[in-house]
């Protein structure tokens, strides 16, 4: 099992342009969640998906899109990059709240810096 | 609501010598309570959890935490440290109410131990 796999590992955008991040998990869980972790202020919520085909905001959404296609990948877009945006990313996955491991599994991140 | 409190930054400990993690939390209702630790340029590992029980909860590495309710408490322990312990620990919560998925986590404590 790979776990949770994150694309790309680094990425240096210029202010304005758009990328996708791609997360990728094989352990068959339901939720799946992106993260940006920056200094002194510890993880925030970006958008989540309870299930293929649904999507919901989190603490930090603005600036952000999420596609949940299929049930493995869960993609987080950024439209128009501003530097802002600099931070490091992390994707994660777990089965539903109420069943017994329901701990999130954590991707191995991405950094990205906008200039 | 839900929030997690992790009050100190930074913790130095002796190689040897027991540790602590302090991490308070608040939640509307009964709580879930995670840990979780983070090796330089890497993603989260999960460590351990409290879901409802003993209040004393043992995870990996030898790490153990205790849940105490009137003090709205769950610190991080270990009976001796060991230098390969130091990382950046989160302590993260999740309200038990039916249809919460949001994991919220603290700002995180840097453990060094020093040899």
């Known amino acids: 099992n790979a776990g949770v796999t994150q694309t790309p590992k680094f990425r240096v955008l210029k202010t304005g342009q758009s990328m996708t991040l791609l997360c990728a998990q094989d352990?068959?869980?339901?939720?799946m969640y992106w993260y940006r972790q920056d200094p002194g202020m510890g993880l925030r919520l970006i958008h989540y998906?309870?299930?293929?085909?649904?999507?919901a905001k989190g603490e930090v959404p603005d600036g952000y899109n999420v596609s949940r296609l299929k049930k493995q990948n869960f993609l987080l877009g950024l439209e128009s990059a501003a530097p802002s945006q600099t931070s490091v990313y992390f994707c994660?996955?777990?089965?539903?709240?109420?069943?017994?491991?329901?701990?999130?599994?954590f991707g191995p991140g991405t950094r990205l810096t906008v200039t | 609501a839900q929030s997690v409190a992790q009050p100190e930054d930074q913790v130095n400990v002796a190689e040897g010598n027991p540790l602590t993690v302090k991490c308070t939390y608040s939640?509307?209702?009964?709580?879930?309570l995670f840990w979780y630790v983070q090796y330089p340029n890497r993603g989260l590992q999960f460590l351990l959890k409290?879901?409802?029980?003993?209040?004393l909860v043992k995870g990996s590495y030898g790490f153990e935490a205790e849940f105490n309710k009137s003090q709205t408490s769950f610190h991080l322990k270990k009976p001796s440290a060991l230098v390969s312990d130091s990382a950046l620990y989160f302590c993260?919560?999740?309200?038990?109410?039916?249809?919460?998925?949001?994991?919220?986590f603290g700002t995180g404590t840097r453990l060094t131990i020093i040899p």
């Open positions: 998906s309870v299930g293929e085909g649904t999507t």
């Open positions: 352990m068959n869980h339901e939720y």
């Open positions: 994660a996955s777990s089965y539903p709240v109420g069943q017994p491991h329901h701990e999130q599994y």
């Open positions: 939640v509307s209702g009964n709580p879930y």
């Open positions: 993260a919560v999740r309200d038990k109410n039916f249809g919460n998925e949001k994991l919220t």
């Open positions: 409290y879901i409802t029980g003993d209040n």
